[in-house]
């Protein structure tokens, strides 16, 4: 086992490697850039390296300054946690050169399913479905119109170099193709200078359910069970649960045999995600593989009791894995919700700055997994994640009552977080059903949310009022002759004019 | 003392009367009832109100508009006593025409939209700013003119630091 590991990331993931490291008795090595100084990972840690400047270009991605900060604290190992360096094969190929290991999968697996097209070849001859469609550029109209009648209407027209929605064009019958793929093919010249364009199959209303996969080096793999992740909000992921409310036991233990075909036919070592989209007949087709540690393991580690980091851990170690398919379990639901530092009543507009205040909940079947305290002051450079909360029930009824308790007292003053949009979303009648897919926050839950009646109006504006008699007074208070200066005053955004809504 | 609440076009008017300790006599609508508020920390009150009990977040923001979070419900109204109300109403607001645009956020300009000296309508995007990997257009509250720009691409920001005015 190892004795010293580097973790390579900062936050929430950061802390929760630091205390699967605690727990197995292996020292830690936080790095940190200049801002995250009184950050809590480099506090939680038992040594601290400096690695430079604030933007994660000149720190957190800088492979050098982490190969540079492991020799010299003498790590074995470098946890990197999930976004920077995470996937980068060229940081896993350093690694490999520098006899440090790198727990997760080796830098061949992660190019392999870190290019759409490869993914897509490697796991289709591993027997994985697939979204119908071509991955290779579409050369003729004639070809494009064969391909769309093989598969059958309606269709995605994609932009290969694509991203960000530029390029793409649904296609909902064969009339409206010709028009289409002219103008996803001038978009895709104008954004990416190159028009070439592929197909596939567009999945209406699809569900996004992943499994989570552990893989050892000695051939052996298990998968536990899914996620299911379709409440997204510009395609990302907010409130994740397990299990699935559309997933059977077929269902779930077919997923499960497809998503470790698709690792074994990388050789998958550590842990990994298969993401797959559902559609409305519970068919289900490989999106893509995420070779990393996911944001949402959590919900997993709930309902079946293992602790994936710690797994993760134990394989980069060269141990097989603790348990075989069969020991894994999975007991009552679980759901997480995403806590941002983002005004959910400002079209979510980024809240970095102090937190002046915190208090999370606790009691029966709730973790919080945060990377915050009361004081930190939280950087404009990262991510906007500062904890994720998690809530265990018997069934998905307890862990809603649970997540909507706890969401209930969980207080952050002075930035602006996503707290009461879960709120929301843990009342909305669609959710509580089971009842929503990947458009359901976009589509259904914002305009539901317009023109529903608030509750306590009178208890709002009462406070309020209180609120400004008070500081009314004081400042008369002040303006008496003799007293001195008048108080600074305590409310944050009284002394900033001009304060205006962005579209 | 009394005051005025606007919630979208209704109005509602609230005096408060203070009872001693953390007691307060407030009247909504001619309606009374005994508020005890205690003010917890930053922004947070612990209010009972009847016997229910409540934790209320208010955010105070400029030109007399309050944000009040209690339960995930965010309660959005403006609030000011009577007197600032008449004066408003007597037309002491005195610069209608005239925006400056500060940055809600913490956060380093990307990309001004923009020069000095150009004309611009009202919404039209101005600014973007980013933080926390996100980047955010920044619109003019009103059409007219870019009088003054106060900052460069690539300047870092405080949260309320001037933008630029539009006039």
């Known amino acids: 086992m190892f004795r010293k590991i580097l973790i390579a990331n900062r936050g929430e993931i950061a802390v929760r490697v630091l205390r699967a490291c605690k727990e197995m008795g292996i020292r830690t090595v936080a790095v940190f850039s200049e801002v995250d100084r009184k950050a809590l990972h480099t506090r939680y840690a038992d040594e601290a390296y400096r690695i430079g400047p604030a933007p994660a270009r000149e720190s957190y991605l800088v492979i050098d300054k982490i190969i540079d900060a492991a020799k010299r604290t003498g790590a074995e190992a470098i946890h990197p946690g999930y976004g920077f360096l995470a996937e980068n094969p060229l940081f896993a190929d350093r690694c ?72 793409m064009r649904l296609v909902r019958e064969e009339s409206e193709l010709s028009s289409s793929l002219r103008m996803a093919k001038s978009e895709a010249k104008s954004a990416f200078s190159d028009d070439s364009v592929y197909i596939e199959k567009y999945i209406e209303n699809p569900r996004h359910v992943e499994i989570q996969l552990l893989g050892d080096r000695h051939g052996n793999y298990v998968h536990l069970c899914e996620r299911e992740c379709s409440i997204q909000r510009r395609h990302q992921k907010v409130v994740e649960e397990s299990p699935s409310v559309i997933v059977t036991p077929e269902m779930r233990a077919a997923m499960g045999k497809v998503a470790i075909e698709a690792a074994r036919a990388v050789k998958y070592e550590g842990a990994g995600t298969c993401e797959f989209l559902v559609d409305a007949k519970r068919n289900f087709y490989f999106l893509e593989m995420n070779t990393r540690l996911q944001v949402e393991h959590p919900v997993t580690e709930m309902v079946t009791g293992i602790d994936i980091v710690k797994e993760q851990i134990r394989v980069a170690a060269g141990e097989k894995l603790s348990f075989r398919q069969e020991d894994v379990r999975q007991t009552g639901h679980a759901i997480e919700c995403r806590i941002y530092a983002e005004d959910p009543d400002r079209n979510f507009l980024p809240c970095p700055g102090e937190i002046t205040s915190l208090r999370v909940p606790g009691g029966p079947g709730v973790r919080d997994d945060s990377g915050v305290y009361a004081g930190f002051e939280i950087p404009i450079y990262y991510d906007p994640i500062i904890s994720k909360l998690v809530t265990w029930g018997k069934d998905r009824t307890e862990a809603i009552a649970r997540m909507k308790r706890a969401l209930g007292v969980y207080v952050v003053t002075g930035v602006k977080t996503t707290v009461p949009f879960h709120i929301r979303v843990m009342n909305n009648r669609h959710f509580i059903e089971g009842n929503f897919d990947t458009n359901f926050i976009e589509q259904v839950f914002f305009k539901e949310e317009e023109g529903r009646k608030l509750a306590n109006e009178e208890v709002a504006l009462a406070t309020a009022a209180i609120q400004l008699f008070t500081e009314e007074r004081k400042r008369s208070v002040a303006q008496q002759p003799g007293e001195a200066a008048g108080p600074v005053s305590m409310w944050k955004y009284s002394t900033r004019p001009g304060i205006r809504k962005i579209g | 003392m009394s005051y005025v609440a606007t919630i979208d076009e209704r109005e509602v008017t609230i005096s408060v009367e203070d009872l001693g300790g953390s007691n307060y006599k407030v009247a909504i609508d001619g309606v009374e009832h005994v508020v005890d508020a205690q003010l917890i920390a930053g922004t947070l009150w612990s209010v009972l109100y009847g016997n229910g009990s409540f934790e209320v977040d208010v955010t105070r923001l400029p030109a007399e508009e309050f944000e009040v979070l209690i339960q995930g419900d965010c309660h959005k109204f403006t609030l000011m006593n009577e007197q600032r109300r008449a004066m408003i109403r007597a037309g002491g607001k005195g610069s209608a025409g005239k925006a400056m645009l500060t940055s809600p956020m913490p956060g380093k300009v990307v990309k001004l939209l923009v020069g000095e000296g150009q004309e611009v309508e009202a919404g039209q995007g101005v600014i973007v700013v980013e933080a926390m990997k996100m980047e955010n257009e920044l619109k003019a509250a009103v059409a007219g003119k870019v009088k003054e720009i106060f900052v460069e691409e690539g300047q870092v920001v405080e949260s309320g630091a001037k933008l630029l005015l539009v006039e």
Request: proline letters at 7%; glycine letters at 14%.
């Open chain 1, 96 to 167: 490999e050169k520098e006899k440090i290991k790198l727990i997760g999968p080796s830098a061949y697996a992660m190019r392999t399913m870190g290019s759409k097209t490869l993914a897509r070849q490697t796991v289709q001859a591993a027997g994985v479905p697939v979204v119908p469609g071509t991955v290779e550029p579409i050369a003729t109209e004639a070809e494009v119109l064969r391909v769309a009648r093989e598969i059958g209407f309606p269709v995605m027209l994609k932009a290969t170099a694509g991203g960000g929605g530029k390029g």
